[in-house]
């Protein structure tokens, strides 16, 4: 089997095979929907052993581009070329000389769908790779097959996978991802009643890993989805033992199962998927146990029986004596105990609470009156803690995270009342994109709660852009870009209020849509006429009568198709507004950021006590007051 791509596949891709080739009788119907000759009644579903089964494949192609067909039957003296229009008729039929075997050839793909062409154009080396993984899936399960994957780039020719005939699952391994890799697999077997399960599984001691690129599951020979209890069980027992990602190779072969669940078959249903899940967990403990580990270092078992070499880290202090020993014991709360070698001959001179004081590049300490000890800037107290010998035994602290940016120790010291505010700690320059929140959004919001905004005190404007502000409760200084604090609220508020008017049209325009898709729309009809787009769903299919508009800007049928696109991905919400909102183009968003922009308060404005406690208090009832539309943070920590 070759498959070829044409620029990324955007000027069109080809499969070749020389298999038995399809037979004259077939022709009128090849790329008609529903159309199979892969199974003869409804108990053959259970017994697949062919790819295709469905009749999806060929006629979704047509509808969405051109499709030309050449084979030739090995009953046959000649070969025919066939070219298809986006119904599944044959348009052409004509005779040719050719090997048996038969060629799929794709052009103009989503040449009528804007807004998938330009999906495609977009991400296109993405979804090369998704290719590139899914030939190497069949090249793996099928071993006894050639399978190439050629790629033509500008008269350039790039072969991603050439897999030739081999013997053993093994062996192809080591083939499309290297010796030193396959090496260190190891092969299991077990049985669960009549189905049976085959694998290979990475090594938890080995130094090569993909970072989870090897993870592949196959039923009867098909590269499906892992099952969601399936990988996290995995995933669980490794990180009983590393911080790696698990790879994997897991095959299952019985009659048990059922493919027909999603049009693409990625889902499958197994009829005893617990127990065949639970036997594959307990095969996959049992080769970690057996693992013999090189680097002790990465091990990260939490239970009592596992006992870790203790690390050396060196403790500077500046006129004191040193730390010696930083001994890590498993624990179910991934904490640390320190413990001094030399606590035993001068106990007076473990701890001493004074400037300078650095323990690792990682672990920070924030003891109360201000001590810390870690790479973060020292600062030192104007009273020292006096600490006994049997406090400073023991000190107990986490691994720091973006998340959690204080350590506790306060179980391990005398308790007293707390003199000092606690600062905030925020990282510099903390800055939250909208659009997607990530680990900066979690350091962010759980240091600061959106209902500081109602609490800062105003401490006036700099540089005619900016406005200092002072949360009385830690003493902290915030500093607020002025303008995309205001801009923010304004984006905000015309989300809300913006009234979207309706263009009925004197013609209404019929909707290009697959089956699939007009379910799609007919289910979120309310949410496209909330935000403009009058539909009916006719016989014929589904009419567009009314476009929406605002001002002067008009959408069209482009903004709507990636509405569906939208929709496809998210799926139902009960919450009207919100599923509305999440499935506006971007055309909305950059229509209300835009007259945010504008009518927001521009830097050189000089400000006022009142407006600037207007701006101030504004960002406390929005959603996402973090950064403006543009991506701009609003408030940084000082």
């Not at 120790?409 to 320059?429: E, F, H, R, W, Y």
């Not at 499935?583 to 504008?598: E, G, H, Q, T, V």
Request: with cysteine.
């Amino acid at each position: 089997v070759t498959v070829s791509l044409l620029n990324f596949g955007l000027q069109g891709l080809e499969v070749t095979d020389n298999g038995s080739g399809i037979p004259s009788s077939d022709f009128p119907l090849l790329c008609k929907d529903n159309c199979t000759s892969k199974m003869s009644s409804f108990e053959n579903i259970t017994q697949v052993s062919t790819l295709g089964f469905r009749g999806q494949a060929l006629g979704s192609l047509a509808k969405m581009a051109s499709v030309q067909i050449t084979t030739r039957h090995f009953s046959a003296e000649v070969g025919h070329t066939l070219q298809f229009d986006h119904q599944g008729e044959v348009l052409d039929k004509c005779s040719l000389s050719r090997e048996v075997g038969t060629s799929v050839k794709v052009t103009n793909l989503f040449n009528w769908m804007p807004v998938r062409k330009e999906n495609l154009t977009k991400r296109k080396t993405f979804y090369l790779k998704k290719i590139q993984k899914l030939i190497e899936a069949y090249c793996l399960v099928h071993t006894d097959k050639k399978i190439k994957l050629l790629h033509l780039l500008d008269k350039k020719k790039d072969v991603l996978i050439d897999s030739v005939p081999c013997k053993a699952t093994k062996d192809k391994v080591s083939m499309l991802f290297g010796r030193e890799f396959a090496k260190h697999l190891e092969e299991f077997n077990l049985t669960c009643g009549s189905t049976q399960v085959t694998g290979l599984f990475l090594r938890i001691d080995s130094q090569t890993n993909l970072a989870g690129q090897f993870q592949f599951l196959f039923v009867n020979s098909r590269y499906v989805s892992a099952p969601p209890n399936l990988k996290k069980a995995i995933s669980a027992i490794v990180k009983e033992f590393t911080n790696k990602t698990p790879n994997y190779l897991i095959k299952i072969e019985g009659n048990s199962c059922d493919f027909n669940l999603t049009p693409d078959k990625m889902e499958v249903y197994l009829d005893r998927e617990e127990e065949i899940v639970l036997k594959i967990k307990e095969q996959i403990l049992k080769l970690c146990s057996q693992s013999e580990f090189n680097d002790t270092s990465q091990l990260k078992r939490k239970k009592s029986s596992v006992q870790e070499t203790p690390k050396k880290a060196k403790l500077d202090t500046a006129p004191t004596k040193k730390f010696d020993i930083i001994k890590k014991t498993p624990r179910a709360s991934n904490s640390c105990i320190l413990e001094s070698s030399d606590f035993k001959a001068n106990p007076q001179s473990v701890l001493a609470l004074e400037s300078g004081v650095k323990i690792g590049p990682q672990p920070v300490l924030s003891l109360e009156g201000g001590v810390k000890i870690g790479p973060q800037p020292v600062y030192t107290p104007k009273a020292t803690p006096q600490l006994s010998t049997s406090e400073v035994a023991k000190l107990t602290f986490q691994e720091p995270t973006t998340k959690q940016l204080k350590w506790d120790i306060k179980d391990a010291l005398p308790q007293k009342p707390n003199t000092q505010p606690v600062p905030l700690n925020l990282p510099s320059g903390c800055s939250v994109s909208n659009e997607s929140p990530d680990t900066d959004l979690a350091a962010l919001a759980s240091q600061f709660k959106k209902c500081y905004f109602s609490e800062l005190k105003i401490i006036g404007q700099f540089n005619r852009g900016f406005i200092l502000t002072l949360l009385p409760s830690t003493q902290d200084l915030f500093i607020i870009d002025q303008h995309a604090a205001n801009e923010k609220y304004l984006f905000e508020t015309l989300q809300k209020t913006t009234t979207i008017h309706k263009q009925n049209l004197l013609k209404p325009i019929k909707l290009n849509l697959d089956l699939p898709d007009q379910i799609l729309v007919k289910k979120f009809m309310p949410a496209f006429e909330h935000n403009g787009f009058c539909l009916e769903d006719r016989t014929q299919g589904i009419w567009v009568t009314a476009l929406p508009y605002s001002k002067n800007s008009v959408f069209k049928l482009d903004d709507l198709y990636e509405m569906i696109n939208k929709a496809r991905e998210i799926g139902w919400m009960q919450d009207l507004e919100s599923l509305a909102k999440l499935i506006r183009p971007f055309k909305f968003r950059s229509l209300f950021a835009s007259r945010a922009c504008r009518k927001a308060v521009m830097i050189g404005d000089v400000l006022d006590f009142k407006t600037m406690t207007s701006i101030v208090r504004s960002l406390e009832g929005l959603e996402q007051p973090w950064n403006c539309p543009h991506g701009r943070p609003t408030l940084r920590f000082l």
